[in-house]
């Protein structure tokens, strides 16, 4: 491409010719799958206990951890999964936990409708997730549960960290919702804590429309989160505990529980992940192959003794003194006209949202909580600023053409570094 060539932001023609959307997901569903949903429509739609669809998937999940974990529950989200692992791991009034200052929401938000309380730390840099040593200057008295979120998919530093939890005499949560097949050393993700949860969200590698699985190998655990979301059958063939079996009529009063329609489309996907692991993992080290020459981004870096798993999008962080001081938001502007599927990440930093950083738990008026200021200067401030966002390419080898135009609209972008300043500068500005 010529250099004289405009940037499709003031006039010239797009450097990526694949009409929107170029992350489409979840995939099609296969005969396989449409015949056995057909098949239990016809069979039994309500539940069963843990029987069918469900009990053969958690069996299933069980043995993708290699078995490092004893105990799969399945939930009607991922949020609720995580609701149930803070009760079984003792949150209520009076209990922090400590998670990351960036992430998702709903990884710590359940915390609030147990009146426990948040404290945020950094993360680290590299990881985009915990960094044990903000980890260290977070906990309180107070403190009982550690929450790692393994966040866009990179495995945090589980040795550091479960190092605290054992000083400490902490429990640990692992929010694995962006991270399946992710493994730490060797080991998967999800077998580090006391009690992990996996989201199994639309959006995700291994996807149910909407639900989510908790896993765990302490049988308390597992009782305690079965009969938070459990009643009747469920309860009473799979609770362990004789005195917590005695509410299996009524569980502790909510039904969390997930389809059998689900559990089929969950299957599924996750016999398929394996394959659409590996054709993500050529696509995206690929990516950053092609985008290592672009001096304003610092592509995505996974560390040796880690795998990524699934991905959960690519997200390079942005360098603007490389780009004359170009603000993020006019960059993706320029990046959106040469026709790239690219914003910022959705998840702000938690103490910018009203839920975090006011002194009251919504939940329970009048109940006073710990508020969380924005913190400046912090790499959760910097990755939350920086960071972008461009789509999970899963479709290799067909998708390569496509990552070839990213890189040249990217490349496009920095041949042009001057025109796009002065615009960015103009009085529209």
Not at 5 to 29: C, D, N
Not at 56 to 71: C, M, Q
Not at 229 to 250: A, E, F, I, K, Q
Not at 270 to 294: I, M, N, S, T
Request: hydrophobic residues 40%; charged residues 25%.
């Amino acid at each position: 491409m010529a250099t004289a060539e405009r940037l499709a932001l003031l006039g010239g023609a797009p450097a990526i010719e694949r009409p929107l959307p170029h992350e489409i997901w979840p995939p099609p569903a296969d005969e396989a799958e449409l015949t056995e949903l057909a098949g239990q429509r016809n069979t039994d739609i309500s539940i069963k206990g843990n029987s069918g669809p469900i009990g053969r998937l958690e069996t299933d999940f069980l043995a993708f951890l290699d078995g490092g974990a004893r105990y799969a529950v399945t939930f009607n989200s991922g949020t609720s999964a995580l609701l149930a692992a803070y009760f079984a791991l003792g949150v209520r009034d009076g209990v922090d936990v400590v998670g990351p200052a960036l992430t998702y929401h709903a990884a710590l938000s359940p915390v609030f409708a147990l009146r426990g309380d948040v404290v945020l730390a950094d993360i680290d840099p590299d990881t985009r997730g915990l960094d044990p040593k903000a980890l260290q200057a977070a906990l309180t008295e107070r403190t009982k549960v550690i929450t790692v979120v393994h966040q866009w998919g990179h495995p945090c530093d589980m040795d550091a960290i479960s190092r605290i939890a054992e000083r400490h005499g902490l429990r640990v949560l692992e929010d694995c919702s962006h991270a399946h097949g992710s493994r730490y050393k060797g080991r998967p993700v999800g077998t580090f804590g006391d009690a992990a949860v996996f989201s199994l969200q639309a959006n995700k590698a291994v996807y149910a429309g909407e639900g989510g699985i908790l896993v765990t190998s302490d049988p308390r655990v597992h009782d305690r989160a079965t009969l938070l979301g459990h009643y009747r059958d469920r309860s009473r063939d799979t609770v362990l505990d004789d005195d917590l079996r005695t509410h299996w009529v009524t569980g502790f009063g909510l039904k969390l529980r997930m389809s059998p329609f689900n559990a089929i489309v969950a299957r599924h996907a996750l016999a398929a992940f394996p394959a659409r692991k590996e054709a993500r993992h050529r696509c995206l080290r690929y990516l950053g192959d092609q985008l290592g020459d672009v001096p304003y981004l610092e592509p995505v870096r996974v560390a040796d003794h880690v795998d990524m798993g699934a991905w959960y999008g690519y997200k390079p962080l942005y360098r603007p003194e490389a780009l004359g001081g170009v603000p993020r938001s006019v960059l993706v502007d320029a990046l959106r006209a040469e026709g790239m599927e690219v914003g910022a990440p959705s998840g702000p930093r938690l103490s910018t949202l009203p839920l975090y950083a006011r002194p009251e738990n919504p939940l329970f008026p009048g109940v006073p909580k710990r508020g969380s200021a924005p913190e400046s200067g912090s790499h959760a401030a910097y990755v939350e600023q920086h960071a972008l966002s461009l789509p999970t390419f899963t479709d290799w080898p067909k998708d390569r053409a496509l990552i070839d135009q990213y890189a040249e609209a990217f490349r496009k972008i920095g041949r042009h570094r001057e025109a796009l300043v002065r615009h960015a500068a103009g009085p529209s500005r």
